[in-house]
């Protein structure tokens, strides 16, 4: 990474404040790009999912470690819980998505109620045997549409049925002479085990899924500071955790320098990522203390206050750079936490140096993250809230005494509800990636980078003002 003519600024600075000049390229495809990280986490493409409660739960993990990537589970998920959604993502196909599967006497109701939390439009109706029977479409709510039928009645005919060994190039030809959408897939019992659009198929030729050594799609999750960390980093490996993170809003501080040095002692056998840091000491003190990658960001994220509440943060691109700059003396990497609004902020990151970058908010607005779907006058929205707010405060000090309790709520930090609307352009967390992917590679290209190393190592940096920022943002309607 270098600055046009040599210049680089004295002062700290944001992703808004950089363009990327354009070197000589001798690539002639963006898909000549390699976008794989090489920092223990698997990731095929550099996106790693925020630990926040309203973006990280099963559908979010499975959905994006099958293009590739990595979600990491928030600390405050029962252990039970997490056992249940990592055995969940570990029992998925790696090409075929997993629908939303009723019965035949279940109601329309319930249908259209579980059909938004995926992104393909329809639920799956299966016999007593688990074979695909019919499928229900996606409705919106009328006097057309009879919410207390039974899906016997109310379910269509399946157009596509395919064994689950088809290629997905064959399954997009079938789709595509048969005039639909989507494929159901069955195994050799002809019992269900996915559903694969026309999309589907082609991002299965494009992406590559994040697996473990066992073929089986990788999740994360993260354990706090306080209680017994490496006990219950213990049981989330024993339930099949393949990274952890060691989380806190303050990371360069004791307690995490010692609750770190714990786990890592333990020797569990899987990555340790822990954070927040913003400096170059931080990222050295974290690294000698355990961590194979640090967790840089305090304050860029759309749902935190620190900045306002505190004054206390750093510019991220400047942040990631310094920290990322430390961490590689020592042989390890950085995740740029926070502050991405654009796929130009996750080229930018990965020109600073981060491995991976973590998205939260961008995520909570598509149909795989959590929260419900509501709707309003302006489209439909779900509801985010960060992780150090009064929701989520008082979700994690349930257990404790009401004193407690009510001490702590006077200082959350965060907000505590947020509407994040569904894009209906890219309502799926797979649409995102694809605008982000498609930008990053196209930077690659821009810079005569074969892979995410390269990209650092060559690209050049400029420094712009707002209205340079501002010139750079397309206007649909014309000037």
């Given at each position: 990474?270098?600055f046009?003519?040599?210049?680089?600024?004295?002062?700290?600075?944001?992703?808004d404040?950089?363009?990327?000049?354009?070197?000589?390229?001798?690539?002639?495809?963006?898909?000549?790009?390699?976008?794989?990280?090489?920092?223990?986490?698997?990731?095929?493409?550099?996106?790693?999912?925020?630990?926040?409660?309203?973006i990280?739960?099963?559908r979010?993990?499975?959905?994006?470690?099958?293009?590739?990537?990595?979600?990491v589970?928030?600390?405050?998920v029962?252990?039970?819980a997490?056992?249940?959604?990592?055995?969940?993502?570990?029992?998925?196909?790696?090409?075929?998505?997993?629908?939303v599967?009723?019965?035949?006497?279940?109601?329309?109701?319930?249908?259209?109620?579980?059909?938004?939390?995926?992104?393909?439009?329809?639920?799956?109706?299966?016999?007593d045997?688990?074979?695909?029977?019919?499928?229900?479409?996606?409705?919106?709510?009328?006097?057309?549409?009879d919410?207390?039928?039974?899906l016997?009645?109310?379910?269509?005919?399946?157009?596509?049925?395919?064994?689950?060994?088809?290629?997905?190039?064959?399954?997009?030809?079938t789709?595509?002479?048969?005039?639909?959408?989507?494929?159901?897939?069955?195994?050799?019992?002809?019992?269900?085990?996915?559903?694969l659009?026309?999309?589907?198929?082609?991002?299965?030729?494009?992406?590559?899924p994040?697996?473990?050594?066992?073929?089986?799609?990788?999740?994360a999750?993260?354990?706090?500071i306080?209680g017994?960390?490496?006990g219950?980093?213990?049981?989330l490996?024993?339930?099949?955790?393949?990274?952890?993170?060691?989380?806190?809003?303050?990371?360069?501080?004791?307690?995490?320098?010692?609750?770190?040095?714990?786990?890592a002692?333990?020797?569990?056998?899987?990555?340790?990522?822990?954070?927040?840091?913003?400096?170059?000491?931080g990222?050295?003190?974290l690294?000698?203390?355990?961590?194979?990658?640090?967790?840089?960001?305090?304050g860029?994220?759309?749902?935190?206050?620190?900045r306002?509440?505190?004054?206390?943060?750093?510019?991220?691109?400047?942040?990631?750079a310094d920290?990322?700059?430390?961490?590689?003396?020592?042989?390890?990497?950085?995740?740029?936490?926070?502050?991405?609004?654009?796929?130009?902020?996750?080229?930018?990151?990965i020109?600073?140096?981060?491995?991976?970058?973590?998205?939260?908010?961008?995520?909570?607005?598509?149909?795989?993250?959590?929260?419900?779907?509501?709707?309003?006058?302006?489209?439909?929205?779900?509801?985010?809230f960060?992780m150090?707010?009064?929701?989520?405060?008082?979700?994690?000090?349930?257990a404790?005494?009401?004193?407690?309790?009510?001490?702590?709520?006077?200082?959350?930090?965060?907000?505590?509800s947020?509407?994040?609307?569904?894009?209906?352009?890219?309502?799926?967390?797979?649409?995102?990636?694809?605008?982000?992917?498609?930008?990053l590679?196209?930077?690659?290209?821009?810079?005569?980078?074969r892979?995410?190393?390269?990209?650092h190592?060559?690209?050049?940096?400029?420094?712009?003002?707002?209205?340079?920022?501002?010139?750079?943002?397309?206007?649909?309607?014309?000037?």
């Amino acid at each position: 990474m270098r600055f046009l003519d040599g210049h680089q600024p004295d002062h700290d600075l944001t992703y808004d404040d950089l363009f990327i000049v354009p070197n000589r390229s001798e690539l002639a495809s963006r898909f000549d790009v390699d976008i794989a990280t090489h920092d223990g986490t698997g990731t095929t493409v550099p996106l790693v999912v925020a630990n926040m409660t309203a973006i990280a739960g099963k559908r979010m993990a499975e959905t994006v470690a099958r293009r590739g990537g990595l979600v990491v589970l928030p600390q405050d998920v029962p252990i039970e819980a997490a056992s249940d959604t990592i055995a969940f993502v570990k029992s998925r196909h790696l090409v075929a998505d997993t629908p939303v599967v009723l019965g035949p006497g279940d109601l329309m109701a319930h249908a259209q109620a579980l059909i938004p939390k995926r992104a393909h439009g329809c639920a799956v109706v299966v016999d007593d045997d688990g074979r695909p029977i019919g499928l229900v479409p996606r409705a919106q709510p009328g006097p057309d549409v009879d919410m207390f039928s039974d899906l016997r009645s109310a379910m269509t005919p399946i157009g596509v049925l395919l064994p689950d060994t088809t290629d997905p190039r064959t399954v997009f030809d079938t789709l595509t002479e048969a005039n639909t959408g989507l494929a159901v897939l069955v195994d050799a019992d002809e019992r269900l085990t996915g559903v694969l659009t026309r999309v589907g198929a082609l991002r299965a030729g494009i992406y590559r899924p994040n697996v473990d050594a066992h073929d089986r799609l990788r999740i994360a999750t993260a354990v706090g500071i306080n209680g017994d960390v490496v006990g219950k980093a213990r049981a989330l490996v024993d339930a099949g955790a393949d990274l952890l993170v060691v989380d806190t809003a303050h990371g360069h501080q004791a307690k995490m320098l010692t609750a770190l040095a714990a786990v890592a002692q333990a020797d569990l056998g899987v990555p340790i990522a822990a954070g927040n840091v913003v400096s170059a000491q931080g990222a050295k003190d974290l690294v000698d203390a355990g961590a194979s990658i640090v967790k840089v960001g305090v304050g860029p994220g759309a749902m935190c206050t620190t900045r306002m509440m505190t004054g206390v943060g750093r510019p991220q691109f400047s942040a990631v750079a310094d920290c990322a700059a430390a961490a590689r003396e020592l042989d390890a990497a950085v995740w740029a936490d926070g502050g991405v609004r654009h796929p130009r902020d996750v080229a930018l990151a990965i020109a600073a140096g981060a491995s991976n970058v973590m998205i939260g908010s961008w995520f909570a607005g598509t149909y795989e993250s959590p929260g419900d779907l509501h709707t309003d006058a302006s489209g439909e929205y779900k509801v985010s809230f960060g992780m150090a707010s009064k929701r989520a405060v008082a979700a994690r000090s349930s257990a404790d005494e009401a004193y407690d309790r009510a001490r702590k709520a006077l200082f959350e930090e965060g907000i505590s509800s947020s509407r994040i609307r569904i894009d209906p352009e890219r309502p799926s967390v797979e649409d995102l990636i694809d605008h982000i992917c498609a930008g990053l590679r196209s930077t690659a290209t821009y810079t005569g980078a074969r892979d995410l190393a390269e990209l650092h190592e060559k690209v050049v940096l400029g420094v712009q003002s707002a209205a340079g920022f501002a010139e750079g943002r397309p206007l649909p309607g014309g000037w």
